[in-house]
């Protein structure tokens, strides 16, 4: 019986020791002050980031264009296979099957280089922009006075009231023009 009463007085203990804790803790970040951020709402929505969007899209659609061509040849030659193939000799059906499978893998190749080509291009668009971002997120909030900017996509809840999205694309639509015009 005595080292139960031991044992809850030790318990006790703990969780009064543990409150005090807490609450002291949450009255220190009574001084943080805290705003959330939309990144990628602020890097697309940016000037520089529209018109990256659109050198893109330019690109994309030039890829498209140039595999759509590639493909249509590639399935007439399929066609081709399956229709006069009974009736070709068997070094002819060879010789274009290997001609085929040529292709495929040429048109593979293509499509992998374009990727790169498009991730390249994308980095290449992002790469400004990201460099400019943090001293602009920086600057807003000390001039707002946060003391803590989290991004949106990592919060659960955030009132509208402290999303500093838009504020900071304006910034930064300011600070790239400046860096433009040097």
Known sequence: MNVLKKLGSVILAVVVLTAFSLSSGVARAGNISVAVLNMQEVVLGSDAGIAGRKIMEKKARELRETFRADGEALAALQKEIQ??????SEEKKQEKVLEFQK????????QADAKLEMKSLQDKQLAPILKELKPVVAEVAKKKGYTLILPKSSV???ADSIDISEEVTKALNARMKKSINK
């Open 83 to 88: 229709k006069k193939s009974s009736v070709w």
């Open 103 to 110: 292709k495929r893998r040429d048109l593979q190749l293509k």
């Open 156 to 158: 659960v809840y955030a």
